[in-house]
């Protein structure tokens, strides 16, 4: 969860976030025995970050980003645009920053929060929270900035449960206390020793430090029988380490034991959380991991996809099976791509030796080894620690092609059009789109099928050229944006900083000339914008800059009949001067947020890979 901030402004240019570094909490029990916490005071301090700002350039509107399993889930302009004295829009959709799905994200209006905000201004908490199964005892994300000194957090809980603090961060460099205060008070400090790095996954823009904070009854016999049990280590878990606090049951664990094969356990281990574990919420609104009753009424339909997968990473890694989380889209009307933001749903994926195997803990049920039609000609990014990977299942299928076609003068573009071919079953769910829900979605769809893939490429006025064809072939006009730059002679460059690499092309477009492009809307594109005709073959592509300093991307693939799997490489050879600005020009748009899991950095000798 991502504490509130509030909003300072120094320059027209700078926005200063304002989030807590103290946090008083205190945890109690009702006449029926029931613990509760409830978050007393919140201090704040300045910090600079820009994980929750956008459109800061224009300075019209900012936007917050919270989980919506959070406290602030509920927050509709009372606490906090009481605070702020300005009116707070809720609305859910995907987070455009982040690889987790659905995210409840809230408007304020940017220059009002500034008449507003007071120094020493902070959010309190207004209602208490049952954390009678723990799984919704807080964690708090602190995130970091070179003006972060300190974060401390008071915690008071009865004489009957202990308090434990786990600090998961990306700080290599960080001083840890835990102090006894009085009547029951730990304080527990937090002294980063230097400017944190931020974490190579998620790049600028990840949050970099969880504070996770454990309660355990000092009294054995006190423990919860029933699904609490199973739900306490879940408050444990993190996105990429998971960990496993509590044993899990006894039947469970002999089946484990006696299987023979790795595939057999995950097998066990995946139709166990999917038929036991349910994401639920009950009268007060709580929402956490508990057994499956007779008596739900607010199951979800696919339960919380991102905990049960980091549960059953857990489970696995004590078998020492190495199962990772994966990200998917399985909403082909909403297919973008394979970018951070464009997945809805999270599953595992399992190496075994040879090629991936995906599985799938919620009610969809996806065994390993099994295909699943809901992920066919999908991207999967599997979140591997060190090394995200992309692998699209089924790698055959039919995918878009794109032809741009566009004519440029000297001062200005004189016409560009578009030819989308669609094939398969694409093509049979763009006719139905033309078919049933009118052009106007038909033009929507292919528009968003080709932003997801290529942003600096919008299509207007898109038209069916030949209905015969067995595939779908439409025409637009093109609005190349920002693909073409201006050249020192008058005539246009071909720039292409869609992902961050240039189509194999003319190196200039002179007055009156024709240039033609055509490349399939796939992972080449994502990664290389590979020239027209590169097969899926491992295949190097020159990335041409009009100074003459060479380029080279190469992508390798490793692919059988049913998978590919990608990964790329670059090598910059440089010039002093102009060339090295147009090297780290390329870097930057690699670098973009667009790209989260691919980083580059400025080569630092004439030959870098």
């Given at each position: 969860?991502?504490?509130?901030?509030?909003?300072?402004?120094?320059?027209?240019?700078?926005?200063?976030?304002?989030?807590?570094?103290?946090?008083?909490?205190?945890?109690?029990?009702?006449?029926?025995?029931?613990?509760?916490?409830?978050?007393?005071?919140?201090?704040?301090?300045?910090?600079?970050?820009?994980?929750?700002?956008?459109?800061?350039?224009?300075?019209?509107?900012?936007?917050?980003?919270?989980?919506?399993?959070?406290?602030?889930?509920?927050?509709?302009?009372?606490?906090?645009?009481?605070?702020?004295?300005?009116?707070?829009?809720?609305?859910?959709?995907?987070?455009?920053?982040?690889?987790?799905?659905?995210?409840?994200?809230?408007?304020?209006?940017?220059?009002?929060?500034?008449?507003?905000?007071?120094?020493?201004?902070?959010?309190?908490?207004?209602?208490?929270?049952?954390?009678?199964?723990?799984?919704?005892?807080?964690?708090?994300?602190?995130?970091?900035?070179?003006?972060?000194?300190?974060?401390?957090?008071?915690?008071?809980?009865?004489?009957?449960?202990?308090?434990?603090?786990?600090?998961?961060?990306?700080?290599?460099?960080?001083?840890?206390?835990?102090?006894?205060?009085?009547?029951?008070?730990?304080?527990?400090?937090?002294?980063?020793?230097?400017?944190?790095?931020?974490?190579?996954?998620?790049?600028?823009?990840?949050?970099?430090?969880?504070?996770?904070?454990?309660?355990?009854?000092?009294?054995?016999?006190?423990?919860?029988?029933?699904?609490?049990?199973?739900?306490?280590?879940?408050?444990?878990?993190?996105?990429?380490?998971?960990?496993?606090?509590?044993?899990?049951?006894?039947?469970?664990?002999?089946?484990?034991?006696?299987?023979?094969?790795?595939?057999?356990?995950?097998?066990?281990?995946?139709?166990?959380?999917?038929?036991?574990?349910?994401?639920?919420?009950?009268?007060?609104?709580?929402?956490?991991?508990?057994?499956?009753?007779?008596?739900?009424?607010?199951?979800?339909?696919?339960?919380?996809?991102?905990?049960?997968?980091?549960?059953?990473?857990?489970?696995?890694?004590?078998?020492?099976?190495?199962?990772?989380?994966?990200?998917?889209?399985?909403?082909?009307?909403?297919?973008?791509?394979?970018?951070?933001?464009?997945?809805?749903?999270?599953?595992?994926?399992?190496?075994?030796?040879?090629?991936?195997?995906?599985?799938?803990?919620?009610?969809?049920?996806?065994?390993?080894?099994?295909?699943?039609?809901?992920?066919?000609?999908?991207?999967?990014?599997?979140?591997?620690?060190?090394?995200?990977?992309?692998?699209?299942?089924?790698?055959?299928?039919?995918?878009?092609?794109?032809?741009?076609?566009?004519?440029?003068?000297?001062?200005?573009?004189?016409?560009?059009?578009?030819?989308?071919?669609?094939?398969?079953?694409?093509?049979?769910?763009?006719?139905?789109?033309?078919?049933?829900?009118?052009?106007?979605?038909?033009?929507?769809?292919?528009?968003?099928?080709?932003?997801?893939?290529?942003?600096?490429?919008?299509?207007?006025?898109?038209?069916?050229?030949?209905?015969?064809?067995?595939?779908?072939?439409?025409?637009?006009?093109?609005?190349?944006?920002?693909?073409?730059?201006?050249?020192?002679?008058?005539?246009?460059?071909?720039?292409?900083?869609?992902?961050?690499?240039?189509?194999?092309?003319?190196?200039?477009?002179?007055?009156?000339?024709?240039?033609?492009?055509?490349?399939?809307?796939?992972?080449?594109?994502?990664?290389?914008?590979?020239?027209?005709?590169?097969?899926?073959?491992?295949?190097?592509l020159d990335l041409g800059d009009p100074r003459g300093a060479s380029y080279t991307a190469r992508?390798?693939?490793?692919?059988?009949?049913?998978?590919?799997?990608?990964?790329?490489?670059?090598?910059?050879?440089?010039?002093?001067?102009?060339?090295?600005?147009?090297?780290?020009?390329?870097?930057?748009?690699?670098?973009?947020?667009?790209?989260?899991?691919?980083?580059?950095?400025?080569?630092?000798?004439?030959?870098?890979?």
């Amino acid at each position: 969860m991502l504490c509130l901030p509030a909003v300072r402004a120094e320059t027209p240019d700078r926005l200063e976030v304002s989030i807590a570094n103290r946090i008083e909490l205190s945890v109690s029990r009702d006449r029926q025995g029931e613990l509760f916490w409830h978050e007393t005071r919140r201090q704040d301090l300045r910090i600079h970050t820009r994980a929750v700002i956008r459109d800061l350039a224009e300075a019209r509107r900012f936007y917050i980003f919270d989980d919506e399993n959070a406290p602030f889930d509920k927050v509709r302009g009372n606490r906090n645009g009481r605070s702020l004295g300005v009116p707070v829009l809720k609305m859910t959709g995907p987070r455009p920053d982040a690889f987790m799905g659905s995210w409840t994200w809230y408007v304020l209006d940017w220059e009002q929060a500034l008449k507003n905000f007071r120094p020493g201004d902070f959010f309190r908490t207004d209602t208490e929270r049952s954390c009678r199964d723990f799984s919704q005892f807080p964690s708090y994300l602190v995130d970091g900035a070179d003006s972060l000194e300190a974060f401390e957090l008071r915690l008071t809980v009865p004489e009957d449960l202990n308090a434990s603090f786990e600090w998961n961060s990306s700080w290599r460099d960080v001083r840890t206390s835990i102090e006894k205060g009085s009547d029951g008070e730990q304080i527990f400090r937090v002294t980063p020793m230097r400017t944190p790095e931020p974490l190579a996954l998620h790049g600028d823009n990840d949050l970099l430090a969880r504070l996770v904070i454990h309660l355990s009854l000092a009294d054995s016999s006190l423990v919860p029988e029933g699904p609490v049990g199973f739900t306490r280590w879940y408050g444990s878990l993190t996105t990429l380490e998971p960990r496993l606090d509590q044993p899990f049951p006894p039947d469970l664990s002999t089946e484990l034991e006696s299987a023979e094969t790795d595939r057999a356990r995950l097998l066990m281990m995946t139709r166990w959380v999917a038929r036991n574990i349910r994401y639920v919420s009950d009268t007060r609104e709580m929402r956490g991991l508990v057994s499956a009753s007779p008596d739900e009424t607010l199951t979800s339909r696919f339960g919380d996809c991102k905990a049960k997968s980091t549960l059953l990473c857990a489970i696995s890694d004590r078998y020492s099976i190495p199962l990772h989380m994966a990200l998917v889209n399985t909403d082909d009307r909403h297919m973008r791509g394979c970018r951070a933001g464009d997945f809805n749903h999270m599953i595992v994926a399992w190496h075994n030796g040879n090629d991936w195997e995906f599985g799938d803990p919620t009610d969809r049920g996806l065994d390993f080894g099994v295909p699943n039609p809901d992920l066919h000609a999908h991207p999967v990014l599997v979140l591997q620690p060190d090394n995200p990977t992309i692998v699209y299942i089924d790698a055959e299928a039919e995918l878009p092609q794109l032809e741009l076609s566009l004519v440029a003068r000297r001062d200005s573009l004189a016409r560009s059009e578009a030819r989308l071919i669609l094939r398969g079953s694409l093509a049979s769910r763009g006719r139905e789109y033309a078919r049933d829900r009118k052009d106007l979605d038909l033009s929507n769809w292919l528009a968003t099928l080709v932003g997801g893939y290529c942003p600096s490429v919008a299509l207007r006025d898109i038209r069916i050229e030949d209905d015969r064809s067995p595939d779908l072939i439409c025409v637009a006009r093109a609005d190349m944006g920002s693909m073409l730059v201006k050249g020192r002679r008058g005539d246009y460059l071909p720039r292409f900083p869609l992902t961050g690499f240039s189509l194999k092309a003319k190196d200039r477009i002179g007055d009156g000339e024709a240039l033609h492009l055509s490349y399939p809307l796939h992972l080449k594109l994502q990664l290389a914008l590979a020239a027209p005709g590169l097969t899926p073959a491992a295949d190097s592509l020159d990335l041409g800059d009009p100074r003459g300093a060479s380029y080279t991307a190469r992508v390798i693939c490793a692919e059988d009949t049913a998978r590919m799997e990608c990964h790329l490489r670059l090598r910059a050879g440089t010039q002093e001067g102009q060339d090295r600005v147009w090297v780290e020009d390329l870097i930057r748009a690699m670098n973009d947020e667009r790209n989260n899991y691919f980083r580059l950095s400025s080569p630092d000798s004439d030959s870098q890979e």
